[in-house]
Each structure stands twice: as structure tokens, then as C-alpha cells.
């Protein structure tokens, strides 16, 4: 099961990104040419949301069962570099930016005006997917060039 959620999780990530630069293009279009919230765009921005907290529940089910996750001597946990990444730095980025685009999404539903929805997805959607690839530039080992399989 393990194996299953893990390769459902990094194949999810391609998901979430796409949609999310997908999103914060719509949102930036949207808004540098005036045009109106349309039915699409709720949709592509509700699509994200679901995505990114289905990519959190998935994540989640990891940590709980991951080797690489230690609570057991926190002392060395935060001395070591990989394990401080994904016990601590790795989870603590995403669920900020989980929270970025559930705020975003939610400023988006609320505001009255197109521009007031468009510049809501490009502020927060836009800040979230910065957390997101310093997150994945962090990743011990791995960095942002191995993350797309170069």
C-alpha cells in the first residue's frame, strides 16, 4: 500500500503543478484584460483546490507510514539534514501552501467583482506555487532540475 500511495503522490505533484500555473495564468489573463470571472474559471480554480487537498490527504497517509519520517530522538531528527526535510520542512511547506490556495479559493468565491476573483487566484495561487518549488528545491538530494527527472 505504501508503494501505491507513494507513486500516486509523485505522479499527483504534475497534476497539482499543472493546474496551478494553469490557474494563476487564467487568473493573470482575467485580470490584465478585464475580463469576466467566467464558469471555466471557477472550475479550473475549484479543480486546483480539490487537487492540491487530495495531494495533502495522499501525503499525509505517507507520514504516517513513511521510514523517513522520526519522532523518536528530535534532537538528531533536526540534525540531520533528510530526516528534518520530511519530518518537519517538507509537510510544513505544503500544508502552507495548501492553506495559500484554500484561502485564495475561498477570497475568489467571496469577492463580488471579476477583478477582485481574478487578483485573489494570482495573489495567493501565485504565492503557494513559490512555497511549493522552494520546497522542492530543498528536498535534500534532490533539488528542482532531479524533481523533473533531468
Known sequence: MYTGLKHFHSGLRYVV??????????????LT????????NRKLNLFTLISAHIQLLVG???????SMVSFNDMSTVMKTANLRY????HISMMVIAIV????????SKKAIESSAKHK???????????????????AVGKGFISFWGI
Do not use: N
Open 17 to 30: 503543478l499543472l493546474l496551478l500555473i494553469l490557474a494563476i495564468i487564467s487568473a493573470i489573463s482575467g
Open 33 to 40: 484584460g478585464r475580463k469576466s470571472y467566467t464558469e471555466g
Open 60 to 66: 499525509l497517509a505517507l507520514y504516517t507510514m513513511s
Open 86 to 89: 520530511w519530518t518537519v520542512e
Open 100 to 107: 495559500l490556495i484554500t484561502v485564495g479559493h475561498s477570497k
Open 120 to 138: 485573489a487566484i494570482v495573489v495567493f495561487y501565485t504565492i503557494a506555487l513559490v512555497v511549493i518549488l522552494i520546497a522542492i528545491q530543498m
